[in-house]
C-alpha cells in the first residue's frame, strides 16, 4: 500500500515515550527497588502456582471489592465484571511470565491511566494492590512449608514487582490528573460563557452573546445537550439577540444543534432574530428548515410555553377590580 | 445480543442492553416486527439509553422498523439518545427524520399514548 | 504490542475496533464525547471494510503535535479501491441504498482525515482524534 501522499506520517509513540519513560528510567526504578535478574527468575519459577491460583485470588477479590457500594458502580452488569475480571487475570498472571522490558512498562502505564480516565480514586487501587499481595502469600506459603525462607524472598521479589506497577500507576494518575485539571479548567471558563438556564419546568434558555465559532458552537451544543438529559428538558430557547453576525456556517451550527435537541426528544426555538440577521439570512439563501424561530426574547419564551401546552392568557391590570377572581 | 421485548398493555417496549452488532440488530427488525403483529400493537418505543455509538447502519435498520412497524398499524418512538451520541449523530449527517424521538421510556410512552388518541380521533371524525 | 492492530472480517470484529479505540484513546487523555465521535468513526470505516472489500486491518499508534496528544487509526484494505475519491467523499454520495460509504461523515467526526485508493488495489484511511 503506497503511504499518505498528501502528509508526512506523525511520529508514533508509545505511553511510555510520551510520558518520558525510557530504558534510562526503567532501569533506576527497577535499581531504586532493587529488582534484578535474581527476582525475575523466582518470579518465573512462581509462574505456574500463581496461574494456579489466579481464579481463586480474583474470586476473593472481587468479592470484597463488591461489598462497596462505589466500587459497585463500575461494574453496571455481569459482561462487564466477566470482562473486567478476565483482565485483572490477565494482570495478575503476568507478574509472574514474560520480561520486565518497556513493552511490560507500556501495558501498566495504559491500565494505569485508564483507571484515571475513569476515576477509580488512588487509594481503592492500593487497597487492591494490599489484596492481592495478602492473597497471593497465603497461597505461596501454602505451597511448600518446608522452606520458608525461600517462599519469602520468593515473596518479596513479587512485592517488588508489584512497587513498580505501583510507581508506574501513580505516575500514570499524575500525569493524567493534569491534563484532566487543565481540560476542565479550558471547560469551565468556556461553560462561563455560555450558561444555559433552565426556566419553568422542562424548559431551557440558552443566550448566546457575541461570536460564534466552531469551538464555542460545539461546546455551546454538547452542554445544551448534556442540560437537556439533566434537566429532562421538552423545549429550549436559543436567544441570539447577542450574536452579531450569522453567516452560513453559524446557521449550519445552529441547525445541527437544534437536530441533536431533536434525537433527545425536545424542541428547539430560536429567538432573537434581528432584522439585519434576517437580512443576511435571507441574502445569503440560509434556510434554517423546519426550524422555529421568532424575533424576540419575550415571544421565544410565549412560543416555548405554546409547545409545552402552557396556555398563556393575559391576566388585567393589577389594579383591575376582576383581577383575582379567577380565569 | 437479543433485545428483549415485553409487552405493556398495547405497546411493544424493547430496551437496548449493550452494544448491537449488525446481526443484533437485523434480529431486532425481524423480532420486532413480528411481535408487533402477534400482539396488534399501537406502538414501540425502542429504548438505546444504553447504546454507546449510533452508526449509519444502526441508524437505517432503526428508521426500517420505524417504517415497517408504521406499515402494520403501530407507531413507533425511540428514546433515551445520550448528549454524546446525538451529537455524533448530528455531525455523521444521521438525522432519524420522519421518526420520533423522545427523552426516556416515559416520555416515549407519552408521545405514544398521544399519537394514538390524535389518529383515534382522527378515525372518529369520518 | 500486537493488541494495537485488529483484523476487520465480520461485525463482531467491527465491535472490538470501536472498543479497543475507545481504550487507547482514553489511555491517552481523550475524553467524553470526543470518544463517541471516535468509536462511531472508527465503526463506519470498519463496516465499509466488511462490505465493500471483505476483509481489512485498523491500527491504532498514539501521536503527538506539539503539546497535543491523539490517537491515529489507520484502516488498510485490499479491497475493489475507490474509483472517485473526490466524489466518495462529497455529502450525499451512495453506492447502495441507505447512508452512502460514510467516508463525509467519518471525517467531519475525525479532526485529521487522509484517504488513499486505488482501483483493484486497496484503501488506506488514516485518521486521528486530538486530545481537546
Same mark, same amino acid.
Do not use: C
Given at each position: 500500500?503506497?503511504?499518505?501522499?498528501?502528509?508526512?506520517?506523525? =511520529?508514533?509513540?508509545?505511553?511510555?515515550?510520551?510520558?518520558?519513560?525510557?530504558?534510562?528510567?526503567?532501569?533506576?526504578?527497577?535499581?531504586?527497588?532493587?529488582?534484578? +535478574? !535474581?527476582?525475575?527468575?523466582?518470579?518465573?519459577?512462581?509462574?505456574?502456582?500463581?496461574?494456579?491460583?489466579?481464579?481463586?485470588?480474583?474470586?476473593?477479590?472481587?468479592?470484597?471489592?463488591?461489598?462497596?457500594?462505589?466500587?459497585?458502580?463500575?461494574?453496571?452488569?455481569?459482561?462487564?465484571?466477566?470482562?473486567?475480571?478476565? =483482565?485483572?487475570?490477565?494482570?495478575?498472571?503476568?507478574?509472574?511470565?514474560?520480561?520486565?522490558?518497556?513493552?511490560?512498562?507500556?501495558?501498566?502505564?495504559?491500565?494505569?491511566?485508564?483507571?484515571?480516565?475513569?476515576? /477509580?480514586?488512588?487509594?481503592?487501587?492500593?487497597?487492591?494492590?494490599?489484596?492481592?499481595?495478602?492473597? #497471593?502469600?497465603?497461597?505461596?506459603?501454602?505451597?511448600?512449608?518446608?522452606?520458608?525462607?525461600?517462599?519469602?524472598?520468593?515473596?518479596?521479589?513479587?512485592?517488588?514487582?508489584?512497587?513498580?506497577?505501583?510507581?508506574?500507576?501513580?505516575?500514570?494518575?499524575?500525569?493524567?490528573?493534569?491534563?484532566?485539571? =487543565?481540560?476542565?479548567?479550558?471547560?469551565?471558563?468556556?461553560? /462561563?460563557?455560555?450558561?444555559?438556564? +433552565?426556566?419553568?419546568?422542562?424548559?431551557?434558555?440558552? +443566550?448566546?452573546?457575541?461570536?460564534?465559532?466552531?469551538?464555542? #458552537?460545539?461546546?455551546?451544543?454538547?452542554?445544551?445537550?448534556?442540560?437537556?438529559?439533566?434537566?429532562?428538558?421538552?423545549?429550549?430557547?436559543?436567544?441570539?439577540?447577542?450574536?452579531?453576525?450569522?453567516?452560513?456556517?453559524?446557521?449550519?451550527?445552529?441547525?445541527?444543534?437544534?437536530?441533536?435537541?431533536?434525537?433527545?426528544?425536545?424542541?428547539?426555538?430560536?429567538?432573537?432574530?434581528?432584522?439585519?440577521?434576517?437580512?443576511?439570512?435571507?441574502?445569503?439563501?440560509?434556510?434554517?428548515?423546519?426550524?422555529?424561530?421568532?424575533?424576540?426574547?419575550?415571544?421565544?419564551?410565549?412560543?416555548?410555553?405554546?409547545?409545552?401546552?402552557? =396556555?398563556?392568557?393575559?391576566?388585567?391590570?393589577?389594579?383591575?377590580?376582576?383581577?383575582? !377572581?379567577?380565569? | 445480543?437479543?433485545?428483549?421485548?415485553?409487552?405493556?398493555?398495547?405497546?411493544?417496549?424493547?430496551?437496548?442492553?449493550?452494544?448491537?452488532?449488525?446481526?443484533?440488530?437485523?434480529?431486532?427488525?425481524?423480532?420486532?416486527?413480528?411481535?408487533?403483529?402477534?400482539?396488534?400493537?399501537?406502538?414501540?418505543?425502542?429504548?438505546?439509553?444504553?447504546?454507546?455509538?449510533?452508526?449509519?447502519?444502526?441508524?437505517?435498520?432503526?428508521?426500517?422498523?420505524?417504517?415497517?412497524?408504521?406499515?402494520?398499524?403501530?407507531?413507533?418512538?425511540?428514546?433515551?439518545?445520550?448528549?454524546?451520541?446525538?451529537?455524533?449523530?448530528?455531525?455523521?449527517?444521521?438525522?432519524?427524520?420522519?421518526?420520533?424521538?423522545?427523552?426516556?421510556?416515559?416520555?416515549?410512552?407519552?408521545?405514544?399514548?398521544?399519537?394514538?388518541?390524535?389518529?383515534?380521533?382522527?378515525?372518529?371524525?369520518? | 504490542?500486537?493488541?494495537?492492530?485488529?483484523?476487520?472480517?465480520?461485525?463482531?470484529?467491527?465491535?472490538?475496533?470501536?472498543?479497543?479505540?475507545?481504550?487507547?484513546?482514553?489511555?491517552?487523555?481523550?475524553?467524553?464525547?470526543?470518544?463517541?465521535?471516535?468509536?462511531?468513526?472508527?465503526?463506519?470505516?470498519?463496516?465499509?471494510?466488511?462490505?465493500?472489500?471483505?476483509?481489512?486491518?485498523?491500527?491504532?499508534?498514539?501521536?503527538?503535535?506539539?503539546?497535543?496528544?491523539?490517537?491515529?487509526?489507520?484502516?488498510?484494505?485490499?479491497?475493489?479501491?475507490?474509483?472517485?475519491?473526490?466524489?466518495?467523499?462529497?455529502?450525499?454520495?451512495?453506492?447502495?441504498?441507505?447512508?452512502?460509504?460514510?467516508?463525509?461523515?467519518?471525517?467531519?467526526?475525525?479532526?485529521?482525515?487522509?484517504?488513499?485508493?486505488?482501483?483493484?488495489?486497496?484503501?488506506?484511511?488514516?485518521?486521528?482524534?486530538?486530545?481537546?
Amino acid at each position: 500500500m503506497s503511504p499518505s501522499r498528501t502528509q508526512l506520517p506523525e =511520529k508514533f509513540l508509545t505511553l511510555a515515550e510520551m510520558m518520558n519513560i525510557g530504558d534510562q528510567d526503567l532501569a533506576r526504578r527497577k535499581e531504586f527497588l532493587e529488582f534484578g +535478574p !535474581d527476582d525475575e527468575e523466582r518470579l518465573h519459577k512462581l509462574a505456574p502456582l500463581a496461574v494456579n491460583y489466579a481464579e481463586d485470588v480474583i474470586e476473593a477479590f472481587y468479592e470484597h471489592l463488591l461489598k462497596f457500594e462505589e466500587m459497585k458502580a463500575f461494574f453496571p452488569d455481569n459482561a462487564t465484571l466477566a470482562r473486567v475480571k478476565a =483482565k485483572q487475570k490477565a494482570y495478575f498472571i503476568r507478574l509472574t511470565q514474560g520480561k520486565y522490558d518497556l513493552d511490560y512498562v507500556e501495558e501498566r502505564l495504559k491500565i494505569g491511566s485508564v483507571h484515571e480516565q475513569i476515576d /477509580l480514586p488512588v487509594k481503592s487501587y492500593l487497597g487492591m494492590y494490599s489484596f492481592y499481595l495478602r492473597e #497471593a502469600w497465603k497461597h505461596i506459603f501454602e505451597s511448600d512449608r518446608a522452606q520458608p525462607d525461600e517462599l519469602i524472598t520468593t515473596f518479596f521479589s513479587l512485592m517488588k514487582l508489584v512497587f513498580m506497577d505501583i510507581s508506574l500507576t501513580i505516575d500514570t494518575y499524575i500525569d493524567s490528573r493534569e491534563r484532566t485539571i =487543565k481540560s476542565l479548567q479550558q471547560e469551565a471558563i468556556r461553560e /462561563l460563557s455560555t450558561p444555559v438556564l +433552565p426556566f419553568r419546568e422542562g424548559m431551557l434558555l440558552l +443566550p448566546i452573546i457575541g461570536q460564534i465559532d466552531s469551538q464555542r #458552537a460545539r461546546q455551546l451544543t454538547e452542554h445544551l445537550l448534556e442540560s437537556i438529559r439533566a434537566n429532562r428538558a421538552r423545549v429550549i430557547v436559543i436567544d441570539i439577540t447577542g450574536v452579531a453576525t450569522v453567516d452560513s456556517r453559524v446557521a449550519n451550527h445552529l441547525v445541527q444543534t437544534v437536530e441533536a435537541a431533536r434525537l433527545m426528544g425536545a424542541e428547539v426555538v430560536i429567538s432573537g432574530i434581528s432584522p439585519e440577521i434576517a437580512l443576511t439570512m435571507v441574502t445569503l439563501g440560509i434556510d434554517l428548515g423546519s426550524v422555529h424561530t421568532v424575533g424576540d426574547l419575550q415571544n421565544g419564551i410565549e412560543h416555548a410555553e405554546q409547545l409545552m401546552g402552557y =396556555k398563556v392568557k393575559q391576566f388585567g391590570e393589577v389594579n383591575d377590580k376582576n383581577y383575582g !377572581d379567577g380565569a | 445480543m437479543k433485545v428483549p421485548i415485553l409487552k405493556q398493555g398495547d405497546f411493544l417496549i424493547a430496551s437496548i442492553q449493550g452494544a448491537l452488532t449488525d446481526t443484533d440488530l437485523t434480529s431486532l427488525q425481524e423480532n420486532l416486527v413480528s411481535a408487533v403483529r402477534k400482539n396488534r400493537s399501537k406502538g414501540v418505543v425502542v429504548d438505546v439509553t444504553v447504546l454507546d455509538v449510533m452508526d449509519s447502519f444502526a441508524a437505517r435498520t432503526l428508521r426500517s422498523i420505524s417504517l415497517m412497524t408504521r406499515l402494520m398499524g403501530a407507531n413507533l418512538v425511540i428514546v433515551g439518545i445520550q448528549p454524546d451520541v446525538a451529537f455524533a449523530m448530528v455531525q455523521l449527517g444521521l438525522k432519524l427524520e420522519g421518526t420520533m424521538t423522545g427523552l426516556d421510556l416515559e416520555s416515549g410512552i407519552a408521545m405514544l399514548k398521544a399519537a394514538d388518541q390524535k389518529q383515534e380521533r382522527g378515525h372518529n371524525e369520518r | 504490542m500486537n493488541d494495537k492492530y485488529i483484523t476487520i472480517i465480520s461485525d463482531a470484529s467491527v465491535m472490538a475496533a470501536r472498543q479497543k479505540g475507545r481504550e487507547l484513546a482514553m489511555a491517552v487523555g481523550i475524553a467524553g464525547s470526543d470518544l463517541t465521535l471516535l468509536a462511531t468513526a472508527i465503526s463506519e470505516i470498519a463496516r465499509n471494510i466488511v462490505q465493500y472489500a471483505g476483509q481489512g486491518q485498523i491500527e491504532f499508534h498514539y501521536v503527538i503535535r506539539g503539546s497535543k496528544r491523539g490517537l491515529m487509526v489507520i484502516a488498510r484494505d485490499n479491497g475493489p479501491g475507490i474509483a472517485d475519491i473526490r466524489q466518495a467523499m462529497q455529502d450525499g454520495f451512495s453506492t447502495s441504498r441507505g447512508m452512502g460509504l460514510g467516508l463525509p461523515g467519518a471525517r467531519r467526526l475525525m479532526d485529521d482525515f487522509d484517504i488513499v485508493s486505488e482501483i483493484g488495489k486497496g484503501t488506506t484511511i488514516s485518521m486521528t482524534k486530538w486530545e481537546y
